[in-house]
T-cell receptor
Framework: DTAVSQTPKYLVTQMGNDKSIKCEQN?????MYWYKQDSKKFLKIMFS???????INETVPNRFSPKSPDKAHLNLHINSLELGDSAVYFC?????????????FGPGTRLLVL | GESVGLHLPTLSVQEGDNSIINCAYS??????FIWYKQESGKGPQFIID?????DKRQGQRVTVLLNKTVKHLSLQIAATQPGDSAVYFC????????????FGSGTRLQVQP
């Protein structure tokens, strides 16, 4: 019954590796997002997709590549992981990508790069 | 750049007291605001929202106040309970085509039994 789900919940990996995080929403929403939360709890938008189309691509290294196979899924692939990529990554979704639409968040993926 | 909120402060209250969590925003074009609650190890959870054409909105035990003159947002929690202990974030949205939420840095609420 989870509205927005992410896998894995925890991810520990070595520098230089490539990893993926998956997100799925069963709310029927059109728009999905990836946020990064740093150690100071600051949440920052990374990407958003609306109906599988990339809408927002913030200043994120091109080692990060989102992929949306359908509007219920938004995955995040990270190449050549660096220590600074350690953070909690949250997926979110909203009904439409307009101002005033509530975003619903997943439980987060805790990434630790060693 | 413009930002929402302050550095992460901590508010400690006694169980049963009312809590007020404040947030300052700097983008006068913001037209939608949300308060989220984030418990340890979980994702942000929607609490209440308010649009810029309103000054006040009430939910169950929570009230959000918006003062556009001073660009201030507050969340009031009545009869605070231990389960209210969490980090609270305000977030804003403005119509620039981005449609993404800009989050403040959050306030940690600790409820003492």
């Amino acid at each position: 019954d989870t509205a927005v789900s992410q896998t894995p919940k925890y991810l520990v990996t070595q520098m230089g590796n490539d990893k993926s995080i998956k997100c799925e929403q069963n709310l029927g929403h059109d728009t999905m997002y990836w946020y990064k939360q740093d150690s100071k709890k600051f949440l920052k938008i990374m990407f958003s997709y609306n109906n599988k189309e990339l809408i927002i691509n913030e200043t994120v290294p091109n080692r990060f590549s989102p992929k949306s196979p359908d509007k219920a899924h938004l995955n995040l692939h990270i190449n050549s992981l660096e220590l600074g990529d350690s953070a909690v990554y949250f997926c979110a979704s909203s009904q439409r990508q307009v101002a005033g639409e509530t975003q619903y968040f997943g439980p987060g993926t805790r990434l630790l790069v060693l | 750049g413009e930002s929402v909120g302050l550095h992460l402060p901590t508010l400690s209250v006694q169980e049963g007291d009312n809590s007020i969590i404040n947030c300052a925003y700097s983008n006068s074009a913001s037209d939608y605001f949300i308060w989220y609650k984030q418990e340890s190890g979980k994702g942000p959870q929607f609490i209440i929202d308010i649009r810029s054409n309103m000054d006040k909105r009430q939910g169950q035990r929570v009230t959000v106040l918006l003062n556009k003159t001073v660009k201030h947002l507050s969340l009031q929690i009545a009869a605070t309970q231990p389960g209210d202990s969490a980090v609270y974030f305000c977030a804003e949205n403005w119509d620039t085509g981005r449609r993404a939420l800009t989050f403040g840095s959050g306030t940690r609420l600790q409820v003492q039994p």
